[in-house]
């Protein structure tokens, strides 16, 4: 009998306050069906067999811990206002006659129902929206995927015992929170206000100088190694400044207020800023998770959306040809003119029928290629696949066209007095330095060739080109040898820019005269750990027929590997090693990359308006109840309904569109911070960053207002009862 009267009575508080269970219940089941949806997609098998899908299942594991986290903090929180507004109840059910283990039991009832509710729906959507997910995910990609229905066992194991963790914790808390406090406390804990606060300038000042602190750390950046190493500083120094200044600076401001006469004594303001003063600490609380979390939202989405829709520009731009060889050459030997100018002879004929003039007769001797494979270098027309390098063609190369060969050498330096020392170490070693300079040389004659220029230069003068910044000196050092007179700072380079945009550290293109002679000492020499000073390199860029097809692309892959690893073998140690780029395979990846991140971003999305939604509804109902007894005494002395109507829109559109504006102040300071990381991730165009931040703003603005009237509705459903 006893058992069926607790179920009965945790039943009746449920549908008795479903106003305040149903959102909580909404809540907990959408964060499960997330939850599911993630971990599913993160074990499908359909995905982990796609090329690049580990990228995409990295990210769906990587959100799944987002949502534990968040999901527990978010639970927690609105656990406890359900408990606060369920405390008087439970103090009349103490007052009339039942102990505190009684009430335990009624908690466990109604704990058991509403996990029940969230983690059964939760997981039933989730399987349900599984397969839609999964569709949606493959059209994000660009990929085609089958109609078969599955469920994930695993996954519907772990989220349910991980939100079965969550909703014990809570229970545990709940009856922890019930038995410390008698039941004269359990009766009054929804009538106990807050003491009115002293306007609170210092701290208010703090505030503001933190977060004017965080907005300099994020407007100054200029690098991405920058950008990485103040991030998480700047995020945290605003989200504490946030919190400080809508608390401390929200009671400043209701002071303010109150000392204006012609605003505070006018019936649609008295009511609304005397109210509003006496619970400043937990109403500017809740304002600040909300400004927090609008600003994830709008953070998240313009990124990923940047990130998505840019992809192919980035790509473009990263990849100008269809097949890019970055061919790495040894000491100062391999940087020679004369041997670059014979490796482009060789690359230009079919594979197999490649030689290096000069070579020496032992290494011809040992590749099988002797006299007639030197004449095939010569007269490339001339030559056939034969050898081991055709195995993996079968067929005639393709005509190559759009050809852009080049060399360059790249090292890393530090400033020092004026100029540049070079730092190998700390660059191999991983340890960069933010000021040091990814520096970058190129000879006169490539740049002139691909410049379409016929620009001279003496001995001791360079030309200069800086990504994102301005060089700004007469004279360019390096402290080991080397000392050149700018003549001139570039405003456009022949290289593609994706080497800057992917780079965590500055970049620098310098064009001397002679390269060979201006740094191919620094080839020979090496550090500590035994890589070069500086790395030589020959670039070899260009398209083919059908080079936009991926089998078409990896065949001729195969065929350069292998040309490149004949001319290796004939060249003895003057080639280190090749790597060989498809812009049609490097495009997949990015899709994944891009497409992982931006499905990512909109489930967390998601989860995070569901959260802030909550938290204002909640916010608006708590307060409603405060105030009911307030407007019930207004209502009285005959405040009419279009007064409170009033009052209600003053006292909401005071405070209420504060977290919406701060988050856009928050957004535009750390666009330069952002940008810097999204030219990590390969994005190329900040013009497009700008229209999708704005255009995300815009969205997330109308659905914020949309929220405002919807919660307005109900505070005013409450306190315009009172007086009935």
Not at 63 to 82: C, D, E, H, P
Not at 568 to 574: F, I, Q, S, V, Y
Not at 577 to 593: C, F, K, P, Q, T
Not at 677 to 683: A, N, Q, Y
């Amino acid at each position: 009998m006893k058992l069926h009267l607790y179920r009965r009575l945790a039943a009746e508080g449920i549908r008795k306050n479903r106003r305040l269970y149903l959102p909580y219940m909404m809540a907990g089941s959408v964060m499960v069906m997330i939850h599911y949806l993630l971990h599913f997609l993160e074990s499908s098998p359909i995905i982990a067999e796609v090329r690049g899908g580990d990228f995409a299942q990295l990210f769906m594991g990587l959100g799944g811990i987002v949502i534990r986290f968040f999901a527990l903090l978010f639970l927690f929180y609105t656990n406890s206002f359900l408990i606060r507004q369920r405390s008087r109840e439970f103090g009349l059910y103490n007052v009339l006659g039942m102990d505190k283990r009684n009430l335990t039991r009624i908690m466990i009832w109604e704990s058991v129902f509403s996990t029940a509710i969230s983690i059964g729906s939760g997981l039933l959507f989730g399987i349900l929206f599984s397969k839609l997910a999964e569709l949606g995910f493959f059209y994000i990609l660009e990929l085609d995927a089958g109609y078969a229905m599955t469920v994930s066992v695993r996954s519907l194991v772990l989220t349910l015992r991980f939100f079965l963790e969550i909703y014990l914790f809570l229970l545990l808390c709940t009856i922890w929170r019930v038995w410390r406090l008698d039941p004269l406390e359990l009766l009054q804990s929804t009538q106990v206000g807050e003491k009115p606060p002293k306007a609170q300038r210092l701290t208010a000042l703090f505030g503001l100088l933190l977060l004017g602190s965080a907005y300099y750390l994020a407007v100054t950046i200029k690098e991405p190694l920058q950008a990485i190493l103040v991030f998480v500083a700047a995020v945290l120094m605003v989200i504490a400044a946030t919190y400080i200044l809508f608390v401390a600076g929200s009671v400043t401001f209701c002071r303010l207020l109150q000392k204006n006469r012609r605003y505070y004594y006018k019936p649609n303001h008295f009511v609304s800023v005397s109210s509003m003063v006496y619970r400043m600490k937990r109403n500017g609380a809740g304002l600040a998770s909300i400004c927090i979390l609008s600003t994830m939202i709008l953070v998240m989405l313009s990124c990923t959306v940047a990130l998505y829709v840019g992809d192919e520009t980035s790509v473009q731009e990263r990849f100008p040809r269809q097949i890019d060889m970055d061919v790495e050459l040894n000491g100062s030997e391999g940087l020679r003119r004369e041997f670059t100018d014979q490796l482009e002879d060789a690359m230009m004929v079919n594979v197999g029928a490649v030689a290096l003039a000069g070579a020496e007769d032992e290494a011809a001797a040992e590749t099988g290629m002797g006299a007639d494979a030197e004449a095939a270098a010569v007269e490339p027309s001339a030559a056939e696949p034969s050898g081991d390098a055709a195995k993996g063609s079968g067929t005639a190369a393709p005509v190559r066209r759009n050809i852009r060969t080049y060399r360059k050498v790249e090292t890393y330096g530090l400033p020092l007095d004026g100029g540049y020392s070079i730092d190998m170490d700390r660059w191999v070693m991983g340890a960069a330095d933010p000021t040091g300079r990814v520096i970058q040389f190129f000879s006169l004659e490539d740049f002139n060739e691909l410049m379409g220029t016929d620009a001279d230069l003496a001995d001791d003068e360079c030309l200069i080109y800086c990504y994102g910044e301005k060089y700004g000196r007469d004279t360019f050092a390096i402290a080991e040898g080397g000392n050149w007179r700018v003549k001139a700072e570039l405003d456009a380079f022949f290289e593609s820019g994706f080497r800057s945009e992917l780079s965590a550290m500055s970049l620098m293109d310098v064009v001397v005269k002679d390269l060979d002679a201006a740094v191919g000492a620094f080839c020979d020499r090496m550090c500590q750990n035994g890589q070069p000073w500086a790395y030589p390199e020959w670039i070899c860029e260009y398209d083919i027929d059908g080079g936009d097809k991926e089998e078409t692309a990896r065949t001729e892959a195969s065929r350069a590997r292998d040309t490149i690893e004949s001319i290796r073998l004939a060249a003895g140690a003057k080639i280190r090693g090749a790597d060989i780029n498809m812009r049609v395979v490097e495009r997949r990846y990015s899709l994944m990359l891009d497409g992982g991140l931006l499905f990512l971003g909109l489930l967390l999305s998601i989860v995070f308006v569901i959260a802030s939604v909550l938290i204002i509804y909640y916010k608006q109902i708590s307060e409603g109840y405060e105030d009911q007894a307030r407007f019930g005494i207004m209502q009285s002395v005959g405040m009419t309904k279009r007064e409170i109507r009033r009052s209600i829109n003053s006292q909401i559109l005071t405070v209420f569109f504060l977290p919406l504006v701060f988050a856009g102040i928050h957004l535009i300071f750390a666009f330069p911070l952002l940008w810097q990381l999204l030219r990590l991730f390969g994005s190329v165009d900040l013009r497009l960053f700008v229209r999708m931040a704005q255009l995300c703003f815009l969205l997330y603005g109308v659905c914020y207002a949309a929220v405002y009237k919807l919660t307005a509705g109900a505070y005013y459903g409450i306190v315009s009862g009172a007086k009935e």
